[in-house]
């Protein structure tokens, strides 16, 4: 009598996938992929499904890049509109040589044939691009350059971490839900102030035209970089470094006495929604040595940081010239002059050598002193006298209140006569959503070079990066938009059902995590199928991004 076969059960995960497919449809990247990467009919999957296997692990993955084979065999690669599963294992050698087709492909075209296309099909606007870089550091040894010039090397490190050898990686995004619409890779050693003119160039062949504003931080006040973009037809917005001689005279002017300013723009805190934070402009005409227009705004938020951060260098710099008394009158602190210079040294590395006063006390006592040599029948004694000093200090209360007067403002340029100073700030004010990016480039999408041994290979997923920040951007993008014209509740998706009223894509994800299909199989064929139950909070996820269920389980 024979014996049954037995039944097995796997389990294929589903999660956000179809969230992330369904953008990915609707950007035509495998067409596009295609366009620049053709199949040449001897792989046994072609070079841009594996591409697109990788944009998706680095947008859902908590360890991209790492064990592929062993993520993609445990994926319902239904749900990302894979008809059927691969015959044959994706090894890393096999996403390693896609990116090698990347890399060799004209990555210039693509950008701008995919960004276009994306422009068009999610109507993303491009009135006002933000601009700014950021470093990735690497731990190991990736040695050579690419054909771009792109190495590892020693830099300006943002992660705080000098020892490190780093690449640049600059990012460039819509006002419109922060979509990214450009990117480029630097050498590790490259300054800001020198990538802006190029950034911009290559932002004008995107759009076809430089009628658009372009918003950067202060490595773009430049004289060549803000002539370059005007003499072309174009606008720029930045904030001009506290080194210049425009600040320095404006800050002067204030500690010399109040000038008048207005109220033009309240906002809720981005912190705490349920405070306000209040914007005013200082009356009057100014302008730039190099004749752009220039507005001076004061934050009530910033006016509190500056109080704050100034009190915390007074009592820090107090610590410290409580640490040098004890040292005076020995060593190298024996003069009025050296002792002087130690505690004018501790106030300026706190930047409050203005706001301190320094006093030096001088004290001389005599004392006995018996000279050598045996003593006599009359025993002689010498008065020495012995000079020591002492330090004491105080604050300087009316240069404390002309300091005061300065805490909260910041000047912003703007070379567009026709943009009001309240559309200035408030251009300028959203390029904190830029650093947000930057944040899930690095947290969430925990984006390093460091599993490549070639540079090569590191400047093509740099690439596949830009590409997942874009799906991020226009997955969140879509939900909020539908929400707010659908005048929705919040979503809830937090924790014990807490609304979610600014939803993020990391956390929609999150949302969809644990999302599974089921198969019994027995002699190898398929016998049952299963699929988890969505619940209420799923299925409005899939109302907005105009998905049923059926779609969610079986992407086409």
């Known amino acids: 009598m024979s014996r049954a076969a037995s039944k097995t059960l796997r389990r294929y995960q589903v999660g956000g996938l179809p969230l992330i497919n369904s953008i990915l449809q609707q950007m035509r990247l495998r067409k596009i992929l295609l366009e620049f990467i053709p199949d040449s009919g001897r792989e046994a999957v072609p070079s841009v499904d594996m591409l697109k296997l990788l944009v998706i692990n680095l947008t859902v993955a908590k360890d991209p890049l790492y064990e592929l084979a062993h993520w993609v065999e445990s994926l319902d690669l239904k749900a990302i509109g894979f008809p059927v599963r691969p015959s044959i294992r994706l090894t890393d050698d ?32 491009f009135t006002r691009i933000h601009s700014d870089t950021t470093t990735v550091k690497a731990f190991g040894l ?8 792109l190495q590892l090397c020693h830099g300006h490190s943002k992660d705080h971490r000098p020892d490190l050898r780093q690449l640049v990686f600059q990012l460039s995004i819509s006002h419109d839900g922060a979509v990214p619409v450009y990117h480029h890779v630097y050498p590790g050693n490259r300054n ?5 003119r190029e950034t911009w160039d290559r932002l004008c062949e995107i759009h076809g035209s430089s009628d658009f504003l372009y ?3 202060c490595k773009l006040c430049t004289k060549k970089q803000l002539e370059h973009i005007v003499s072309h037809g174009g606008g720029a917005i930045t904030i001009l470094p506290q080194n210049r001689t425009e600040v320095r005279c404006f800050k002067q002017r204030l500690r010399d006495g109040p000038i008048a300013k207005r109220i033009i723009w309240r906002r809720p805190k981005p912190s705490n929604e349920s405070q306000t934070e209040s914007f005013s402009l200082f009356r009057g005409d100014y302008k730039t040595n190099h004749g752009y227009p220039l507005y001076w705004f004061s934050s009530s938020e910033k006016r509190k940081r500056d109080r704050n951060s100034r009190q915390q260098r007074m009592e820090a710099a107090g610590e410290a010239l409580s640490d040098l008394v004890p040292k005076l009158n020995r060593c190298h602190l024996k003069t009025r002059i050296e002792i002087r210079r130690a505690a004018l040294a501790i106030l300026k590395k706190y930047q409050v050598d203005s706001l301190i006063n320094l006093i030096i006390t001088i004290q001389v006592e005599q004392r006995p002193h018996r000279p050598r040599g045996r003593p006599g029948k009359y025993p002689r004694h010498v008065l020495r006298r012995h000079t020591f000093y002492t330090l004491d200090w105080s604050p300087n209360r009316e240069a404390l209140i002309q300091e005061a007067r300065t805490d909260g403002i910041f000047p912003l340029l703007c070379t567009d006569l026709e943009v009001s100073a309240k559309q200035v700030l408030q251009a300028y004010k959203f390029q904190p959503r830029l650093e947000k990016r930057f944040a899930q480039f690095k947290s969430i999408h925990r984006a390093t070079p460091l599993l490549f041994k070639k540079i090569s290979r590191v400047e093509a997923n740099m690439f596949l990066f830009f590409i997942s920040l874009m799906v991020q ?24 059902d807490r609304d979610a009223p600014h939803p993020t894509t990391s956390q929609i994800l999150k949302t969809f995590n644990g999302l599974s299909s089921y198969i019994v199989t027995q002699n190898d064929k398929p016998i049952e199928h299963y699929r988890d139950e969505l619940n209420d909070t799923h299925r409005a996820v899939l109302k907005l991004l105009d998905m049923d269920e059926n779609t969610f389980w079986d992407s086409k």
Do not use: N
């Not at 990736?142 to 010039?149: D, L, N, V």
């Not at 800001?192 to 802006?196: F, P």
């Open 192 to 196: 800001d102030d020198t990538t802006h």
């Open 94 to 125: 096999r996403f390693a040589r896609a990116l090698d087709k990347l890399y060799e492909a004209d990555r210039a075209s693509l950008t701008t044939r995919l960004v276009v296309s994306c422009l068009k099909r999610f109507d993303v606007q």
């Open 473 to 496: 951007a226009l997955l969140e993008r879509r939900v909020r938009q539908q929400i707010k014209q659908k005048k929705m509740l919040p979503l809830k998706l937090y924790p014990e």
């Open 215 to 217: 918003v950067a931080d």
């Open 142 to 149: 990736i040695p050579g350059s690419t054909g771009s010039g």
